[in-house]
């Protein structure tokens, strides 16, 4: 076993085998801290300041799991998402917001999202969201 994968384990957390996470959300604090927190998971991360950025610059067909914010100018989180789920891409997708609506959580789910988080976001819950959606 390796060390990385033992330290997981002694945490209580998922080894993550550097899967590639892309962050989109307007707020570049919360991309930066996003990226640095998930990147002391081992995650490979990419992040984008806009929904539309993200589509032009990652295929469809490349691997990893989406964290979305809901609430961006522009194409939106739930646009965003719907615009995957028409495309016919598998990606897992996590919503975030800042948001603090409690029918939120129950619509993202109902969207196919493998979770919802509201800011600020808890770093362990995030990285359990991501091992569970990469294992769907």
């Not at 390796?2 to 590639?20: N, V």
């Not at 598998?90 to 988080?117: E, F, H, N």
Request: charged fraction near 25%.
């Amino acid at each position: 076993m390796q060390l990385k994968e033992l330290q997981f384990k002694e945490r209580g957390e998922a080894s993550t085998d550097k899967k590639q996470i892309y962050i989109v959300d307007d707020d570049e604090s919360v991309c930066r801290a996003l990226k640095i927190l998930m990147t002391t998971y081992g995650f490979t991360v990419r992040t984008f300041l806009s929904a539309e950025e993200f589509f032009s610059a990652v295929p469809n067909s490349a691997p990893g799991c989406l964290v979305l914010d809901i609430h961006m100018p522009g194409l939106n989180g739930w646009e965003a998402r719907w615009r995957l789920f028409k495309s016919g891409s598998k990606r897992p997708i996590i919503l975030i917001t800042a948001d603090q609506s409690g029918d939120l959580k129950k619509q993202a789910l109902k969207t196919g999202a493998v979770g919802l988080l509201q800011k600020p976001i808890d770093d362990r819950e995030l990285a359990g969201l991501i091992h569970r959606a990469s294992l769907n």
